[in-house]
């Protein structure tokens, strides 16, 4: 099996097993299609791990199986924000319609504390939650794939972490992006770390190299040899939390034997017949999504036509509303009283979005939270699988930051997440997405800080439809929002939903950023006389996405415009 997985990866990644994105012209309109599968689809930010996750289904494996297989590749083959260091969020829908949401966030250590990131005179310290090792939350991948495999796993979990070990000891080629990622980040490996991290080069890294995690192949074999106690306890443990030690940081030997990664019950809500079903908290995304989608449904976004004035006003003034009650509202509901089911039922909605006006924007300044009675009580990556048999599930997992805090655990060869900088370090000081919260998402010991990852599964008349994701920090939720309504409103197929040019409002900053060079003169001039503030940003989102078609074929739609986003499928 293991020599079967190394060919298989090496002679596919030559021929490829399905169709590639194809545009299809008719008279006056192109269609652009993603990757066509007629069964089975892995869509993810790294060609190799897709491969992976397509080899891993050929052989029998099912979507979870396949899911796993990923997570561990990506940990070696995109260590920007693939991961064993940092945590995520899975969202899961069976053949038989059954849907499941895992949440395998970090948890703040035991001994952190609210103030942890203030100076003596209550000011937070820059850097302080976004670099080195005080930065870094108890990591929850690891727990959480295991917890995966054991509900819905097939295949035994060593066939499903041994392709990421032979990724890792055997070397495979750096994409032009990766090599530019590592060359970038030099300079901040060398400030985090005092030996020789396998990134590290005095010549700037090549597309084409090969490229050996050769400590982390050997990580990798001690958790395929001793399961998620490999990780959180023993000699991965023990390296963890002397290199953290070593640098301020406050992860001990008993926070790791202690994670425990959760099954929460997932949101479902509609949009114009279809069921959505997404994460909840400690994720804002299903909560925000929901509400945007609610807000929408009021409006004849189809018709306006796609990234019209009127459609990016409207969406805008919804998403200023929605992010206002996230920054209240929203943290880790086994600490906070989260007022769920207000934020998400229609008279709070209906009631949230009446003073939206057609014609002219309100400024931020004059958005409050909406009003929630209260009970008392307070680079990221996306991928998405679907099986022969219909199951799907929708994973975004992250270690914040590229490269997360940018420290590589000594001896045992991954990096470290930053998530601790998604808490709201002090009440209205916004984090490094600019997003300011509150009360809620205050740092506590064992708590989970707030997400905006939004993994995603649409289903329409009972059967399933789409499933959906990315990176992007706070730009998560309107990325997600976007594509699905490039899909159900603007009617485009799922290359096309991931292609669009993708614009974001978070309320504060009262901003729209929309993506460089890609939005029409006359839109950006309208906003503007509505008097919208525009701001421009490189890209949003590196969507990875399903789509079943009509005929049951699966259309992969991997964002190849803005990373190296694959979809396989066969
Ligand atoms: O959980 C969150 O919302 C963030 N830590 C996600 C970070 C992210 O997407 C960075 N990638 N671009």
């Not at 930065?135 to 041994?162: N, R, T, W």
């Amino acid at each position: 099996m293991k020599l079967l997985l190394t060919v298989s990866i090496s002679i596919l990644l030559i021929f490829g097993c399905s169709k590639p994105p194809q545009n299809i012209s008719n008279n006056s309109t192109e269609t652009v299609l993603g990757t066509i599968g007629d069964s089975a689809m892995v869509a993810s930010a790294h060609p190799i791990a897709s491969q992976v996750g397509a080899d891993i289904m050929k052989n029998g494996g099912n979507a979870f199986d396949a899911a796993i297989a990923v997570q561990f590749a990506l940990a070696v083959v995109y260590p920007v924000a693939g991961n064993i260091g940092g945590g995520g969020f899975a969202v899961i829908r069976e053949s038989n319609g059954n849907v499941a949401s895992l949440d395998f966030r970090e948890k703040a250590p035991k001994s952190a504390s609210k103030d942890m990131y203030l100076d003596s005179e209550g000011n937070v310290i820059k850097g302080k939650s976004t670099i080195g090792r005080l930065a870094c939350g108890v990591p929850g991948s690891v727990d959480g794939m295991f917890e995966l495999h054991k509900k819905y796993g097939s295949m035994p979990m060593d066939q499903l972490i041994q392709p990421a070990i032979i990724l890792a000891d055997g070397g495979f080629p750096l994409t032009q992006n990766e090599a530019s990622n590592l060359n970038r980040f030099q300079e901040e490996f060398k400030m985090q770390n005092n030996w020789d991290l396998p990134t590290m080069r005095e010549s700037p890294w090549k597309e084409g190299e090969t490229m050996f995690y050769k400590d982390l192949a050997v990580t990798l074999a001690i958790i395929r040899d001793f399961g998620k106690e490999g990780f959180y306890e023993g000699i991965v443990a023990d390296q963890i939390v002397k290199d953290v030690q070593s640098g301020g940081g406050l992860i001990t030997m008993d926070d790791l034997a202690t994670y425990e990664s959760k099954w929460r019950e997932p949101l479902v809500g509609n949009y114009r017949n279809h069921k959505i079903i997404s994460m909840p908290p400690p994720s804002s995304g299903g909560i925000a999504l929901l509400q945007l989608l609610q807000g929408t449904e009021d409006y004849p976004i189809g018709t306006w036509g796609h990234n019209s004035a009127k459609a990016i006003h409207t969406m805008t003034e919804l998403e200023r509303r929605v992010y206002a009650d996230r920054a209240t509202y929203l943290g880790d509901p086994d600490f906070y009283d989260v007022p769920q089911e207000m934020l998400l039922s229609e008279s709070y909605n209906e009631e949230r979005f009446l003073d939206i006006s057609a014609k002219s924007k309100t400024p931020s300044s004059e958005i409050k939270e909406g009003n929630v009675e209260m009970i008392e009580s307070v680079e990221t990556t996306h991928f998405s699988v679907v099986d022969v048999d219909g199951n799907s599930i929708a994973i975004t997992t992250t270690l914040n930051g590229y490269f997360g805090n940018k420290v590589m655990v000594k001896g045992a060869g991954f990096f470290l997440n930053n998530e601790m900088d998604d808490f709201s370090a002090k009440p209205g000081v916004p984090n490094q997405f600019g997003l300011v919260g509150a009360e809620a998402n205050a740092v506590a010991p064992e708590k989970r800080m707030l997400s905006s990852m939004t993994p995603t599964i649409v289903e329409k008349d009972g059967e399933l439809l789409m499933v959906v994701g990315t990176p992007g920090g706070s730009t998560i939720i309107t990325s997600v929002y976007q594509t699905i309504l490039n899909v159900i409103d603007h009617e485009m197929t799922m290359q096309e939903a991931v292609n669009a040019e993708k614009f974001h409002h978070q309320w504060l900053p009262d901003l729209i950023l929309i993506e460089e060079n890609r939005f029409a003169e006359n839109v950006v001039d309208d906003l503007t006389s509505m008097g919208h503030v525009i701001d421009v940003r490189k890209q949003l989102g590196k969507m990875d996405c399903i789509l079943v078609h009509p005929d049951g074929t699966l259309e992969g739609g991997s964002d190849y415009t803005r990373g190296d986003n694959t979809s396989i499928g066969f």
